[in-house]
């Protein structure tokens, strides 16, 4: 098991780019890091949380959610043992809670498939 954290987001114009990053705490070590798979969920009031992408355990492949696709891009260093999530061209829409979470092996959909995650960083869109 992970504890993760996000740090990042914020507050942010319509249009700007803004990064979120995911690490796991102190007592986790590269070679546990790299059996976890680690995605990216958001949740934004009133709706249910949603998949945004996930990067499998060498980075070498991204899955994204069309709703985002082309505009949000993850990227792994497991050296660093941290994973990013760099959103362009932000949209009020894409205001939320950011999440991310582990799981050892594959990249899942579901939140449920996941049983570690961070406490979530907001990110809020202006015009």
């Known amino acids: 098991q992970m504890q993760l954290q996000e740090s990042g987001g914020g507050l942010v114009k319509a249009g700007d780019s803004v990064r979120i990053s995911c690490a796991p705490s102190e007592h986790t070590t590269e070679r546990i890091f790299t059996r976890y798979a680690v995605a990216w969920f958001r949740q934004a009031p009133g709706k249910e949380r949603e998949f945004i992408g996930g990067?499998?355990?060498?980075?070498?492949?991204?899955k994204y959610a069309d709703s985002v696709k082309g505009r949000f891009t993850i990227s792994r260093d497991n050296a660093a043992m941290t994973v990013h999530l760099q959103m362009a061209n932000v949209e009020l829409e894409d205001t939320a809670t950011y999440f991310c979470?582990?799981?050892?092996?594959?990249?899942?959909?579901?939140?449920?498939?996941?049983?570690?995650w961070g406490q979530g960083t907001q990110v809020t869109v202006s015009t």
């Open positions: 979470a582990a799981r050892a092996g594959l990249i899942r959909t579901l939140p449920s498939d996941y049983d570690d």
């Open positions: 990067v499998n355990l060498n980075g070498a492949y991204v």
